[in-house]
């Protein structure tokens, strides 16, 4: 690693030049991103943003983790606040 990361719910998560925020979390062991607006987990699915299913909130815009590019420093959130 190169010692870039970004924030993920309070949690850092290092990632490697070029990699998307999908990927980031997959090698942290983040398998799940939190649910969507029906209740259902998000996760990485497709890997090219046509199932929308891993939809996350990146500095409180809604984006597909899996083809966002990882930057320092970016804030990402789960896409709905739970509701427990």
Do not use: N
């Not at 997959?26 to 029906?38: E, K, Q, V």
């Not at 943003?49 to 597909?64: M, P, T, Y």
């Amino acid at each position: 690693m190169t010692g870039q990361s970004f924030d993920w719910m309070g949690r850092r998560i290092p990632f490697r030049t070029g990699e998307s925020l999908a990927a980031a979390l997959d090698a942290a062991g983040i398998r799940t991103f939190g649910p969507d607006a029906l209740g259902q987990e998000t996760r990485y699915f497709c890997g090219i943003g046509a199932c929308q299913c891993c939809l996350v909130r990146v500095d409180g815009v809604v984006r597909e983790a899996c083809i966002t590019p990882a930057k320092p420093g970016l804030l990402v959130e789960a896409l709905e606040s739970r509701h427990d």
